[in-house]
């Protein structure tokens, strides 16, 4: 007999955990939170705290392109916050993209 939480040998594998996916998928493509959270049926909010949980687990694999004002064209280059930014500093417009997230090849040692 086996406790809770136990699968016996040679049992069914476990799906992978939401950070798991997060990571498989941004390693095939670059996307938004949004559209993670969209893809994976989680709020942005859930997506963009796992993704402070995949940064400090992956260090520098885990890769930032700011996001954009639509409207003038203004790259968010000096943000750290993973989170979309609410407005542009420049036009004060709230037509912003991004930011988008990427996950670059694993190292392999040996």
């Given at each position: 007999m086996h406790g809770r939480g136990h699968l016996p040998p040679g049992a069914m594998q476990l799906s992978p955990t939401i950070r798991q996916?997060?990571?498989?998928?941004?390693?095939r493509e670059e996307l938004s939170a949004r559209v993670l959270a969209e893809d994976l049926a989680l709020t942005p909010a859930e997506v963009e705290s796992h993704?402070?949980?995949?940064?400090?687990?992956?260090?520098?694999?885990?890769?930032?392109?700011?996001?954009?004002?639509?409207?003038?064209?203004?790259?968010?280059?000096?943000?750290?916050?993973?989170?979309?930014?609410?407005?542009?500093?420049?036009?004060?417009?709230?037509?912003?993209?991004?930011?988008?997230?990427r996950v670059s090849g694993r190292t392999r040692t040996g």
């Amino acid at each position: 007999m086996h406790g809770r939480g136990h699968l016996p040998p040679g049992a069914m594998q476990l799906s992978p955990t939401i950070r798991q996916s997060i990571i498989a998928i941004l390693e095939r493509e670059e996307l938004s939170a949004r559209v993670l959270a969209e893809d994976l049926a989680l709020t942005p909010a859930e997506v963009e705290s796992h993704l402070e949980h995949v940064r400090r687990s992956l260090k520098n694999r885990l890769q930032v392109t700011p996001a954009q004002c639509r409207d003038c064209g203004y790259w968010f280059k000096k943000r750290t916050r993973l989170d979309a930014p609410g407005r542009c500093p420049a036009c004060r417009s709230q037509r912003v993209d991004g930011p988008w997230f990427r996950v670059s090849g694993r190292t392999r040692t040996g």
